[in-house]
């Protein structure tokens, strides 16, 4: 689906310009283009914050202690659904005429729910009929955006990325309660599952569209977002360890591709394009799958988003991007 040598980012960009962040977005992936997040601009334009902005008959507000669920949209609502806007006008503005995968992003409703505070100030995590009412309405919101997204660039065929950074930690049972001195309950891993699989669901609604779940934390579960109908795993492939071998194999063996994160979403020294995908074609090796199926089964991009980049290293990172999956095409050995 994804075609050989793609390439493509996370999703955040620096500055505060939705213009120039499309116009590079655009500019330099033309393969796979995402819309572009720019959480410098302040509450609202950060992840949760965006997302929050997009549930249905759910509405949140800031506190010093960060979101929190509140009766009726205000000004923290309508500020989030203003930038989302001025970022989907800027993404129209730079994809007249574009034919092609786009991938637009959100959190994810494990990563939601440990952020998310009730009105008590606890996470939503706590509660489980706070929890599927959070995702019930994420996946509403979602299937109203994604329509948005083909009306205004009727040509893409539109995936959606959940961001799910904590999701690891929801599993482990270690997202830390309000007073800090205790952890809510793991939530069972089928239950987890469950949720990820009804916005699959919700991708796969749109012609052509498809789930990729991004994460830049340790310990992937590979094996629960294959069952859950995830067409694709983003994460930082600098920590990944040979115990996660044997769950990538299954994965990409049952078709799942990997977005592989070997590019540093900070200001770092780039080494060649070559020598950043090293990686990959070792663990290609390591698990004895057919160097053919490499380049149609990884897609490059940075380990996270580039927000906390320079603008310039932002722009170099994309490019390298570019490079280093012509380079695993190219030469899959």
Known sequence: ???????TGVGSMPGTDAREAARTV???LETLPHLPELPARGPG?????RTAGLLVDVFAHVEPSGWRISDRPGRDTRRARSWLGEDLDALEEFTQGYAGLLKVSAVGPWTLAAALELRSGEAALGDPGACRDLAASLAEGLRGHLADVRRRVPGARVVLQLDEPSLTAVLRGQIRTASGYRTHRAVDRAVVEGALRELAGVAQEVPGGA?????????VPFALLRRAGAAAVSFDFSLLTERDDE????AVEAGVT????VVPGVDTPL???????????????RLGLSPGTLAE?????PGCGLAGASPAYARAALAHCVRAATSLADNPE
Not at 45 to 49: C, K, L, R, S, V
Not at 211 to 219: G, I
Not at 258 to 261: E, Y
Not at 297 to 301: Q, T
């Open 45 to 49: 334009a950060d992840m949760i914050g």
């Open 297 to 301: 089964s990884v897609v490059v991009a």
């Open 258 to 261: 990997l977005f592989a994160g």
């Open 1 to 7: 689906m994804w075609g050989a040598g793609t390439a």
């Open 247 to 250: 769950a990538i194999g299954e």
């Open 26 to 28: 655009t500019g330099s």
């Open 271 to 285: 080494s060649d394009p070559a020598g950043s995908v090293m990686g990959v074609r070792t663990l290609w090796r």
């Open 211 to 219: 789930l990729v779940v991004h994460t830049c934390a340790p310990d």
